[in-house]
């Protein structure tokens, strides 16, 4: 009989041989054990290619936020690896800050997350990020004040002047006024 070297590649595993992880391989008979018989001719080769497994990653929440002109989100909860993982292979989910793609207020903001696996068996799998939006609502401002003067008919009037509070540092308002009588 010859001795062959089996490839299970549904957990990885090589019998009478070494454990193989993601790449291209060779597989060529390697002898013969009956000493009746020698190999002659053009030897068999056969090539296979063992590719990452994917993980599944569960979706993540985003903490709607108030206006403040920036892009941070955060996390309600937190992507992670739900299934996917052969045996007990080292490898984990590296989770970055999440980023709205956009800083005004809108719902369903598209975010970007910065995933990537590590652990000694990280190169044996790969992932799909998973989509995930978030809100930022509208900032409330205040009116402190509202200023106007009187004037003549026929001559022109002063602008109103108003002083808001609650305006993200940085940026300024221009507000519109409405003048009815009464």
């Keep these: 009989g010859a001795t062959f070297i089996t490839v299970n590649s549904s957990n990885k595993s090589v019998t009478d041989g070494p454990t193989l ?59 992670s690896i739900s299934s996917g993982i052969i045996n007990s292979d080292a490898v984990t989910l590296v989770v970055g800050a999440p980023v709205y793609n956009s800083a005004n207020a809108a719902t369903g903001i598209a975010i970007t997350q910065s995933l990537g696996l590590s652990g000694a068996a990280a190169a044996n799998y790969t992932f799909t990020t998973p989509t995930v939006t978030g809100d930022i609502t509208p900032k409330a401002v205040t009116i402190t004040s509202l200023l106007t003067t009187n004037h003549t008919w026929g001559s022109s009037g002063t602008t109103p002047v108003a002083s808001l509070s609650g305006v993200v540092a940085g940026q300024t308002l221009s507000p519109s006024y409405v003048v009815k009588s009464g």
């Design 21 to 79: 992880g993601v790449g291209s391989y060779t597989v060529s008979l390697n002898g013969i054990t009956n000493s009746n018989y020698v190999l002659s001719g053009t030897q068999a080769k056969a090539t296979f290619t063992i590719t990452p497994k994917t993980l599944t990653i569960a979706t993540p929440t985003i903490v709607s936020k108030v206006y403040d002109a920036t892009t941070t989100a955060t996390y309600g909860t937190s992507p």
